[in-house]
């Protein structure tokens, strides 16, 4: 059986009371009696409780970050953001990853509600609004990442992907490419659509008869996804083939250009130029080095995390709302 607080009152002589301070305020402590405590935890390998402490406490130091995708690498970058901002604040950062499902979004609020942690990190797949109220009604608040919150009653850190499928579209058309397929789905995620929106935006601001827009909707936005949808597209007859492919997320697009080499050697850029959006460390090291959209991931989760201990110390903080604006990374899988 685990050793107690009790069982090292009694070993070293002293009060419960006196072992808790030597815990958590050992400057009160005079350094002979500190030091017989510590002996007496090293002797019966004591280790104290921190999860039942905070549940007396009202919350933990630490918070929930509950990502979209946790094997896309945009998705690890803001972690790692927020991370170092939770630690040089005292904190720590519990991770779980939504996978797109629903319901496994609903389970891992559930957990953390019950462990109290002080605040959550999340980038809803599905319409958590009604839920995040109650959480914040029982002092726990949220803030969104990666997209603005649906009804604007919450804090947000995003970047603007309405400009950013804007600026994709608009460089591919610059550079000539008149049949453009965006390949991003599910589409019922926000900022998928919001980049297809910014797309839209950019051809109708070409004013070009010529320009056509299609969209190739995606299961996931991953890599795999991106290599099916692409080997659908890339088995079209040749004629048939877009002349640009604006993905919704760099593991789309890099999944996209492994099905066209596989077609044909020389496909990109030469007669498909490709985009993608997060401007991943993957993206540069890519067989055709790839143009993509880039996010600061890593500000994003700063931001958010300095957001969120905000509004736990003061609940009736209004809510903020921080866009950063996106940066068109231009390489060679669009320059032929």
């Keep these: 059986m685990a050793a107690s607080m009790r069982d090292v009152a009694r070993l ?63 998705f690890s970058a803001l972690a790692r953001g ?73 804090s947000s850190v995003s970047v603007d992907d309405v400009a950013g499928g804007q600026a994709a579209v608009g460089h591919l058309i610059a550079g000539g490419r008149r049949r453009i397929t965006y390949l991003g789905g599910p589409l019922a995620i926000r900022q998928v659509a919001d980049r297809l929106d910014g797309a839209r935006r950019a051809v109708t601001a070409a004013g070009d008869a010529g320009v056509a827009l299609d969209v190739v909707e995606a299961g996931a936005l991953s890599l795999a996804e991106g290599r099916r949808t692409g080997q659908e597209i890339m088995d079209r007859p040749r004629e048939r083939w877009p002349d640009a492919v604006f ?9 996209f250009l492994q099905a066209a080499f596989r077609a044909d050697p020389c496909a990109v850029p030469g007669r498909v130029a490709v985009t993608g959006y997060d401007d991943i460390d993957f993206a540069a090291a890519a067989a055709v080095p ?37 940066e068109l990374i231009v390489r060679e899988s669009t320059s032929g």
């Design 12 to 74: 070293a002589g002293v009060s419960v009371g006196t072992v808790s301070n030597v815990l958590n305020m050992p400057g009160r402590v005079a350094p002979a009696l500190a030091e017989r405590v510590q002996a007496a935890i090293d002797d019966l390998g004591y280790v104290r409780n921190d999860a039942a402490r905070q549940l007396r406490a009202g919350s933990s130091r630490a918070i929930a970050f509950i990502s979209l995708d946790a094997a896309n690498p945009f």
């Design 82 to 154: 927020a991370e170092e901002q939770a630690s040089a604040s005292g904190f720590s950062v519990i991770l779980a990853n939504s996978d797109e499902k629903s319901e496994r979004e609903a389970s891992y609020l559930d957990l953390f509600e019950e462990r109290r942690v002080r605040g959550v990190l999340i980038s809803p797949f599905g319409d958590v609004a009604d839920r995040l109220r109650l959480m914040r009604k029982r002092g726990i608040p949220a803030v969104v990442v990666d997209r603005v919150s649906s009804d604007a009653s919450f």
């Design 247 to 255: 993905a919704a997320n760099d593991l789309l697009a890099i999944g």
């Design 290 to 326: 790839l143009t993509s959209v880039r996010q600061p991931a890593e500000q994003i989760g700063a931001a958010a995390v300095r957001i969120l201990l905000a509004e736990a110390d003061d609940p009736a903080a209004a809510p903020r709302h921080v866009v950063f604006q996106p």
